[in-house]
């Protein structure tokens, strides 16, 4: 699977942004797909999950009711809708692709990655 990140960018604080990442492949429905960042200095973070069917989705708290993780299989493609972003937010943002959802939040389990887009949110 190879994935494509796209929708980072500046913003102010209080903005909304979608991400979007595109997978190639036609098993995309049978990936759990998550959402990490890396800011400056810091480790890769979990972001948020979705599982196969997109029945099933996970958040990290620092995120909860501001973003919303969602995916069309038809297109292959997993979205990340931020809104009130925070200065805290920036951070590069990279999609991955693993097939089991019991380690979603563990970025070690993921098999494939995105090259990453950059989320800069100003003050």
């Known amino acids: 699977v190879q994935l494509q990140a796209s929708g980072g960018g500046l913003v102010q604080a209080g903005d909304s942004l979608r991400l979007s990442c595109a997978a190639s492949?036609?098993?995309?429905?049978?990936?759990?797909m998550g959402w990490f960042r890396q800011a400056p200095g810091k480790e890769r973070e979990f972001v948020a999950a979705?599982?196969?069917?997109?029945?099933?989705?996970y958040y990290t708290d620092s995120v909860k009711g501001r973003f919303t993780i969602y995916r069309d299989n038809a297109k292959n493609t997993v979205y990340l809708q931020m809104n009130s972003l925070k200065p805290e937010d920036t951070a590069l943002y990279y999609c991955a692709a693993d097939r089991d959802l019991n380690t979603y939040y563990r970025k070690e389990k993921y098999d494939y990655w995105g090259q990453g887009t950059l989320v800069t949110v100003s003050s």
């Open positions: 979705i599982s196969w069917s997109g029945g099933g989705t």
């Open positions: 492949g036609r098993t995309f429905s049978s990936y759990v």
